[in-house]
């Protein structure tokens, strides 16, 4: 399976004896990124900037928020903004979302994941244990 970049937000994988291409584009990416990264006991949700808190705030969700997708020659690198909630231990669930991240973008997508770069940018202490 060979990977092209078209340009900055899609990604055309072609598969050889197929009749035509499939395009991924960063949305895609990283929607995916961060349901998985949600997936993980200990993420209370991915942090988001201004913008993105006044469309959540309409009613809009945002399932891409806190999530930066950039290309480096044929591999991504994943940059994630996260609320953990208090009580866990942040390099585990750190640890957890990393894999997590990385597994479900190159089983959906076959591109190859290099980074997945946690910031927590909040802990929740709404639901203490």
Known sequence: MAKEQDDRSTYRISDDGVAGDVRI???VIAIIAGL????VKGVASM????TNEL??????????KGVKIDVHENTLTVDLAINIDYGY???????????RVKSAIETMTGLNVSEVN????????????
């Open 25 to 27: 584009s960063d949305e």
């Open 36 to 39: 998985a990264a949600t997936e």
């Open 47 to 50: 942090a988001g900037n201004i």
């Open 55 to 64: 469309v959540a705030k309409l009613g809009k969700k945002n399932l891409s």
């Open 89 to 99: 231990s942040i390099p585990e669930v750190s640890k957890a979302v990393q894999e």
């Open 118 to 129: 946690i910031r927590v940018a909040d802990v929740n202490l709404e639901n203490d244990k």
